[in-house]
């Protein structure tokens, strides 16, 4: 029902900042919460920030608060994620991702999954 396309990706140098965009197709964008993962290689994959539906309910990582933050406009179907004060562990690729509840909460089970973005920080 959604398909989703990361974008901004790219190289930074350690404490400047980036802006990762997804855009989302699919009529019903906006009832999706939305969330931001990454994975750095041979690593786990990790959750990074989450925001419901509306906007009103945002979730971070510990590792990213205070630095990321994640914000959706529903009108452009588009969900950011602004990261500041980048250090070099953030580097991963990061990948955009939608939970499909009805409830437009996010349960940490997304249902659809972007192809994802590369983000490296340099020291």
């Known amino acids: 029902q959604v398909q989703l396309v990361e974008s901004g990706g790219g190289l930074v140098q350690a404490g400047g900042s980036l802006t990762l965009s997804c855009a989302a197709s699919?009529?019903?964008?906006?009832?999706?919460?939305m969330g931001w993962f990454r994975q750095a290689p041979g690593k786990e994959r990790e959750f990074v920030a989450s925001?419901?539906?509306?906007?009103?309910?945002?979730y971070y990582a510990n590792s990213v608060k205070g630095r990321f933050t994640i914000s959706r406009d529903n009108a452009k179907n588009t969900v950011y994620l602004q990261m500041n004060s980048l250090k070099p562990e953030d580097t991963a690729d990061y990948y955009c991702?939608?939970?499909?509840?009805?409830?437009?909460?996010?349960?940490?089970?997304?249902?659809?999954w972007g192809q994802g973005t590369q983000v490296t920080v340099s020291s």
């Open positions: 925001i419901s539906w509306s906007g009103g309910g945002t």
């Open positions: 991702a939608a939970d499909g509840s009805v409830s437009g909460l996010w349960r940490m089970e997304p249902d659809y």
């Open positions: 699919g009529r019903t964008f906006s009832s999706y919460a």
